[in-house]
């Protein structure tokens, strides 16, 4: 499974930012102003892709973009160059099974990414380990319309849209239940407010 995500976003790397930066950018903005990064913070960018999100954070974090796909990666190090971003270090990692030692990130963000892992469970799990206790998760993610008739075209797609790599359908909720984080706050962004941002950290006095 994870061979077939990289063989798709390997494909993807080439018109990714035509396609998806300004669909996105509201949210990208949006979930960089919920984050409210202060100085000396280290932040985990799960499934960095293309590096949209990298030229955002001020020079004063330490900010660590992890990807499955070398291709994505390549893009994202080339605007590191661009940038001059110094501060940002990338490398190819599978989020749903990272090298870094437990409580290591004062934040962690995840941009449309828990829809596109074949094991969000696992990667929300790897996330949650990653992020120190009293840290902060960022989740952003396509959840399409209020309309019930959308709704339920979306779902019938949802095969197919995660057969090419653009995410599945998935119950955040029962997800974030699952790993005992809680939700501080969430807001709709994006065209249509087709997005779900929201903000959350571990519960207390659950494992
Ligand atoms: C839709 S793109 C999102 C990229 C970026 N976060 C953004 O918001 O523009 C999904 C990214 O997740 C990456 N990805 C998919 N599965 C992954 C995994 N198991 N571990 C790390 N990255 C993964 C893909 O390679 C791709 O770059």
Redo the contacts with the bound molecule.
């Keep these: 499974m994870?061979e077939h995500?990289?063989k798709v976003?390997s494909f993807?790397?080439w018109i990714?930012d035509a396609f998806?930066g300004k669909i996105?950018e509201h949210?990208?903005y949006s979930a960089f102003h919920m984050m409210n990064v202060r100085p000396d913070e280290t932040i985990l960018?799960?499934?960095?892709?293309?590096?949209?999100?990298l030229p955002l954070y001020p020079k004063d974090t330490r900010v660590v973009g992890?990807?499955?796909?070398q291709e994505?990666l390549d893009k994202a190090e080339r605007k590191k160059q661009y940038y001059n971003l110094s501060h940002v270090n990338l490398s190819t990692?599978?989020?749903?099974s990272m090298s870094f030692a437990d409580n290591t990130f004062d934040k962690v963000i995840?941009?449309?990414?828990i829809t596109?892992?074949?094991d969000p469970l696992r990667?929300l799990k790897e996330i949650k380990r990653v992020c120190k206790k009293e840290g902060e998760i960022f989740i952003?993610n396509y959840t399409g319309c209020n309309n019930k008739f959308i709704s339920r075209f979306e779902k019938f797609i949802s095969p197919f849209r995660d057969k090419v790599?653009?995410?599945k359908h998935i119950n955040l909720d029962e997800l974030l239940r699952d790993t005992h984080l809680s939700i501080l706050c969430e807001q709709q962004v994006n065209f249509l407010g087709m997005c779900r941002l929201i903000k959350c950290k571990s519960s207390p006095f659950l494992a």
Excluded: N, Q, W
């Design positions: 994870s995500i990289k976003y993807y790397s990714y998806f996105f949210g990208r960018e799960v499934g960095v892709g293309t590096g949209l999100s992890i990807d499955i796909s994505m990692m599978d989020a749903s995840a941009s449309h990414v596109v892992v074949p990667t952003l790599g653009l995410g």
